[in-house]
Nanobody, 114 residues
């Protein structure tokens, strides 16, 4: 089993920045991919950013504003979010694809509001 602990959410004004972190622990043998999803009220969960085998992919609406990075030594993935907009408001979930399966974090609330 793999456990994920997220941190870094909060309330920020439009144009501000936040950095999310997700640390994986437990029985980790090989992590294939790490990513961030988000779910706003009344909407489906969507993939925001993904890093796998040195490549990264982003939701079109966050390209140029969000950056995903990974520290393999710490089994941690980060999401740097800049120029935040009210439409970025959502619960953000970390997701890890490890050899044993897919795992989700508990979610962290990001609210962008003045």
């Amino acid at each position: 089993q793999v456990q994920l602990v997220e941190s870094g959410g909060g309330l920020v004004q439009p144009g501000g920045s936040l950095r999310l972190s997700c640390a994986a622990s437990g029985s980790i043998f090989s992590i294939y991919a790490m990513g961030w999803f988000r779910q706003a009220p009344g909407k489906q969960r969507e993939l925001v950013a993904l890093t796998s085998s040195g490549t990264t992919n982003y939701l079109d609406s966050v390209k140029g504003r969000f950056t995903i990075s990974r520290d393999n030594a710490k089994n941690t993935v980060y999401l740097q979010m800049n120029s935040l907009k009210p439409e970025d408001t959502a619960v953000y979930y970390c997701n890890v694809h490890e050899r044993s399966g897919f795992y989700w974090g508990q979610g962290t609330q990001v609210t962008v509001s003045s």
